[in-house]
């Protein structure tokens, strides 16, 4: 069964660091994309980037580049996504998933790590 | 580049057919048949009910069906029932390798 499991919920101040994890299992962690996706509290989704752990080929959607890293660590099947300095407007639930292919639809989704920035 | 435009709300009672329109341009909906659609549950993660404009995948419910047509996809629900009261997201590929998601739609079941 194909399963992704995300970190737990984190609650930062402004300016902090942060990373959080997607652990995949019931498939070959190598060999399918994951993305990441951004819900602000009452708002849409918005896909932030994705990453191929077999080599860590990383694109990011332009809102996004330059703002947070995804990067991926294949010996023990787990994806992050990453903050150097929060900010207020980073509160969200982000969500993984496993992408079928490149860019094909997200198939399997992790449960989402809610974000709280507050000061 | 922006989001994909969707109703903000529709409604419809258990039976009865209700469609979602996903309005996007050419770089977008209108070029690729790489159109996707999600349902989200309050504080659940979105489940992929619709990929490549017209598949379901398996264990989705033949209730739901998408097309396109020019910049404009659309998913219809038939037979509406009480459970498919969700938010509703379409997606698509785009010309700049990324993908992009609409606004979202509430649905109703009166």
């Known amino acids: 069964e194909v399963q992704l499991v995300q970190s737990g919920a984190e609650v930062k101040k402004p300016g902090e660091s942060l990373k959080i994890s997607c652990k995949g299992s019931?498939?070959?962690?190598?060999?399918?994309?994951i993305g990441w996706v951004r819900q602000m509290p009452g708002k849409g989704l918005e896909w932030m980037g994705i990453?191929?752990?077999?080599?860590?080929?990383?694109r990011y959607s332009p809102s996004f580049q330059g703002q947070v890293t995804i990067s991926a660590d294949k010996s023990i099947s787990t994806a992050y996504l990453q903050w150097s300095s929060l900010k207020a407007s980073d509160t969200a639930m982000y969500y993984c998933g496993r992408h079928g292919g490149w860019l094909e639809p997200i198939g399997y989704w992790g449960q989402g790590t809610l974000v709280t920035v507050s000061s | 580049q922006s989001a994909l435009t969707q109703p903000a709300s529709v409604s419809g009672s258990p039976g009865q057919s209700i469609t979602i329109s996903c309005t996007g341009t050419s770089s977008d909906v209108r070029n690729y048949n790489y159109v996707s659609w999600y349902q989200q549950h309050p504080g659940k993660a979105p489940k992929l009910m619709i990929y490549d404009v017209t598949n379901r995948p398996s264990g989705v419910s033949n209730r739901f069906s998408g097309s396109k047509s020019g910049n404009t996809a659309s998913l219809t629900i038939s037979g509406l029932q009480a459970e498919d009261e969700a938010d509703y997201y379409c997606?698509?590929?785009?010309?700049?390798?990324?993908?992009?998601f609409g606004g979202g739609t509430k649905l109703t079941v009166l």
């Open positions: 990453i191929y752990p077999g080599d860590s080929d990383t």
């Open positions: 019931g498939y070959s962690f190598t060999s399918y994309w």
């Open positions: 997606s698509s590929y785009t010309s700049s390798s990324t993908l992009v």
